[in-house]
């Protein structure tokens, strides 16, 4: 069964290829190297990526800049599929905080041992302009405030969907209606492509431009009961 000391050779080697002078548990530390002109190194080690290894990195960044976090490589199958499904979240949150870190793999070939995935340096996200765009659109957007934060497993009322909930409202009881009709009483001027593209099967098309409440979309305004009334 693999244990923390076992990755610490294997870093040791790598560190000491790039002429460092590299000593072990130096006043809590895991791993520290040392270099002529260079800036100190500690690289901190853990079988696995984990909050309380982010943690201790973050401390050992008040002693010098370049901290490293060392992994052990997943070594199963299982392991392994996780890992690369979380890879590149923990490469960006070292990132952002400044972190190096590396997988250790300490049964491999002597020059695959150790595998540098980011180095520390100074992080400056990179604003997407076309999502903040979309997020500002979808807030203004939305009527009120009809979402819980922290919610899971519940639809989301979107501005999509209370367009949706609106049309729908107006041709409850109200049999078949135009999309003109539809959009005057709904106050949606996209009525037209919610109803044609009747996302959530609300609406039933009767005849060309005439629409009518689904079975579906009776059961969606009862659902989403609260969300009608608070819309007004």
């Known amino acids: 069964m693999a244990k923390e000391t076992d990755l610490y050779a294997p870093v040791k080697a790598m560190l000491e290829a790039k002429g ?3 000593k072990a548990e130096v006043t809590g530390c895991d ?7 260079e800036p100190m190194v500690i690289v901190e080690l853990k079988l696995a990526f984990s909050i309380d290894l982010v943690l201790q990195g973050i401390q050992r960044q008040s002693l ?6 060392g992994v052990h490589a997943p ?37 695959r041992q150790t595998k540098v995935l980011a180095d520390p340096a100074p992080y400056t996200p990179r604003k997407n302009k ?15 405030d009809p979402n819980t934060g922290g919610t899971n497993r519940t639809k989301i ?26 959009r005057d009483a709904a106050g949606v001027e996209k009525a037209a492509a919610i109803l044609q593209k009747n996302h959530y099967g609300w609406f039933e098309r009767v005849d060309r431009g005439i629409y009518r409440l689904s079975p579906a979309g ?15």
């Open 20 to 22: 460092y002078d590299v």
């Open 31 to 37: 791993v520290v190297a040392v270099k002529d002109d």
């Open 64 to 69: 010098v800049d370049d901290v490293y976090l």
């Open 75 to 111: 070594d199963t199958p299982a392991k392994r599929k996780n890992w690369r499904s979380r890879q590149r979240g923990y490469v960006k949150l070292c990132r952002m905080l400044g972190l190096g870190l590396m997988l250790v793999d300490p049964s491999a070939a002597m020059k």
């Open 130 to 144: 076309r999502r903040q765009t979309r997020l500002m659109m979808e807030f203004m957007a939305r009527t009120g």
């Open 157 to 182: 009322i979107t501005a999509y969907r209370q367009d949706a909930l609106r049309c729908a409202a107006a041709l409850e009881g109200r049999g078949n209606l135009k999309v003109s009709e539809i």
């Open 218 to 232: 009776g059961d969606g305004l009862r659902y989403f009961a609260e969300a009608v009334t608070a819309m007004g």
